[in-house]
């Protein structure tokens, strides 16, 4: 059976950091490209950072850009978003992603974690 559980979500005021974990079992992590996605209420989920098998290559959007790395520990079967100089805007549910390089062979979704921004 295949589970991705995110975890280290909470709330932190507008500057502050979290890391998230993404921890997955039932499947050969180390084949699967890592996506972090958030959606916000109201909002569209959109794409916040992907990670390549063996970490060859790493993507951001510019909205996060220089404040979000995201990474990975094959031997942990764990990926991780560090998040820094975080905005009221980064308010969302983020959501961890495994996908395989060929992609109708594992597609997967964790359940959300709560990320709030606020004064």
């Known amino acids: 059976q295949v589970q991705l559980v995110e975890s280290g979500g909470g709330s932190v005021q507008p500057g502050g950091s979290l890391k998230l974990s993404c921890v997955a079992s039932?499947?050969?992590?180390?084949?699967?490209?890592i996506h972090w996605y958030r959606q916000a209420p109201g909002k569209e989920r959109e794409l916040v950072a992907s990670?390549?098998?063996?970490?060859?290559?790493?993507n951001y959007p510019d909205s996060v850009k220089g404040r979000f790395t995201i990474s990975r520990d094959d031997a942990k079967n764990e990926a991780y978003l560090t998040m820094n100089n975080l905005k009221p805007e980064d308010t969302a549910v983020y959501y961890c992603?495994?996908?395989?390089?060929?992609?109708?062979?594992?597609?997967?979704w964790g359940q959300g974690t709560q990320v709030t921004v606020s004064s």
């Open positions: 992603r495994a996908q395989q390089v060929i992609t109708r062979l594992g597609d997967y």
């Open positions: 990670i390549s098998p063996s970490a060859v290559s790493t």
């Open positions: 039932g499947i050969t992590f180390r084949l699967y490209v």
